[in-house]
């Protein structure tokens, strides 16, 4: 880039750049926190890995339909775009609703508000009045962006890098405390069937143990692949940068890598936690990262767990802050939200930053973990479904013999009847036990239809 380009003008995101994108938008809060209230609902280490494993399935075939999608229209945007362009200028606004509501504003807030709870105790930050400290890193990373998009990125790309080698490191430790004892566990308990009647060994080396039925519904275990789905989420992160990015195949390329490499982090980084300690110290809590690390090497790697967990919160926000307002900025020059949202596809889409930044401090304000969780994994669920159902539309299937996804059409149809069947039965779950968060995700849908005529009006003054 020559030293005459204005500054505000966004680089060209390469593959390494990519890349960096998904990862700090796939590990975040949902990693560090969904396990636990997994563990609580299905009371067996071995149904909890497969749901990790199971939501990593579906996040591959997603990446896999999104890299087709991304092939087909390289332009910022994500699924507004693809559904805008491809169905309905509605079915594009709602996926854009979904996505500033929920996928990147409440994500944020989510993220944000998780940063705040694995603050160390006692500590003068995490003594301040709550909530300040989740708007204060929002609000951080919101000005990094606003001010230039180069610089933002290249602090990520850092950022991420730092977080997986420690991240690394943390399993390995994980690996090397357990011991023989710990791994002969790891792979009895891996093979246990699942399903009602399944057998749970309580407690990890160290420990007693004792042999228990854990019954398991499968409404259970789709909620909590609901839940992980969550985590997995940031596969697609690169679609909304593609205007900025040099080329779709570079785009569906960086997103199955990163997809790829989370997934086998995600499934290490579980079973250590998993196995680090008793069923019954880590079901329903939120901070299990913390009591995995102290329970495997005490005070010392709870220390550096908590530094470690507290950068990745860091970075995922940040990524979120970056990738989010590309999709407004789109949804702005199609006339579908007012004009200064927009900003051209290669700039800093500066007013979508501040929109998204002041809608994900409110809902930090308003909203709890738990809640958070059913509203984002559900709707992302169903966003996710409904724009990989174009890969099944004339527009974007490509010319015969020349399908933008392997194993056409079966991948996208396999994708969306799992996306969908999960979120229908976690639904009818929850809504049995806690039902908030659903019914907040429901009513976004509703109000978007309200609001449709009212953005695009005002995107045309």
């Known amino acids: 880039m020559s030293s005459s380009t204005p500054p505000n003008r966004a680089p060209r995101f390469g593959l390494t750049s990519l890349v960096s994108l998904v990862i700090a938008n796939m590990i975040g809060a949902g990693v560090y926190t969904s396990s636990g209230f997994a563990l609580a609902d299905l009371g067996s280490r071995s149904s909890v890995l497969l749901a ?34 491809g169905v309905h200028p509605l079915a594009g606004f709602l996926a854009g609703w979904i996505s500033l509501t929920a996928g990147f504003s409440g994500a944020i807030a989510y993220a944000a508000v998780t940063f705040e709870a694995y603050l160390p105790a006692g500590s003068w930050i995490g003594e301040l ?39 690394v490191v943390f399993v390995g430790i994980g690996l090397f405390s357990l011991g023989v004892e710990g791994v002969r566990e790891f792979g009895a308990a891996g093979s246990e069937p699942v399903g009602k009647g399944a057998v749970e060994v309580v407690g990890g080396p160290g420990a007693s143990a ?63 936690i998993l196995w680090s300690t008793s069923i019954d110290a880590l079901a329903g809590q939120k901070d299990v990262f913390k009591i995995a690390a102290e329970s ?10 908590t530094g470690v967990i507290l950068l990745s919160l860091a970075t995922s926000v940040s990524a979120m802050v970056l990738a989010g307002p590309h999709m407004y900025a789109q949804m702005a020059r199609d006339g579908m939200l007012p004009r200064f949202l ?50 099944l539309l004339p527009r974007f ?65």
């Open 52 to 85: 990790w494993g199971l939501a990593g399935a579906v996040a591959l075939l997603g990446a896999a339909c999104y890299g087709g999608l991304a092939r087909q229209l390289s332009e910022s945007g994500g699924e507004y775009l693809f559904l805008a362009r």
């Open 129 to 167: 009045p709550p909530r300040v400290v989740p708007c204060v890193l929002i609000v951080v990373f919101g000005a990094l962006h606003f001010a230039r998009l180069s610089a933002g990125a290249r602090t990520q790309n850092l950022l991420v890098l730092v977080k997986l080698v420690l991240l």
């Open 210 to 272: 004792s042999v228990v039925a854990v019954p398991i519904s499968l409404a259970a275990l789709a909620t909590s692949v609901m839940w992980f789905s969550f985590s997995y989420a940031g596969y697609n992160a690169a679609v909304y940068v593609a205007g900025t990015s040099s080329g779709g195949a570079t785009v569906a390329r960086a997103m199955w890598l990163a997809t790829i490499g989370v997934t086998i982090l995600y499934l290490a980084l579980n079973g250590v």
């Open 296 to 305: 495997l090497g005490g005070v010392g790697l709870r220390r550096f767990v």
């Open 342 to 391: 927009a900003a051209p596809p290669d700039a800093v889409p500066r007013g979508a930053i501040v929109l998204q930044c002041v809608l994900a401090i409110g809902l930090a304000l308003a909203t709890n973990l738990q809640q958070l969780l059913d509203y984002l994994a559900f709707l992302l669920l169903l966003s996710s479904a409904g724009s990989v159902l174009c890969l």
């Open 397 to 461: 299937s490509g010319r015969p013999g020349s399908r933008p996804v392997i194993a056409w059409p079966l991948t996208p149809v396999v994708f969306v009847v799992a996306s969908l069947g999960i979120a229908a039965l976690a639904f009818s779950y929850r809504l049995q036990s806690d039902p908030r968060g659903l019914v907040l995700a429901v009513l976004v849908l509703p109000l978007g239809f309200v609001l449709y005529p009212l953005f695009s009006r005002q995107g045309e003054t």
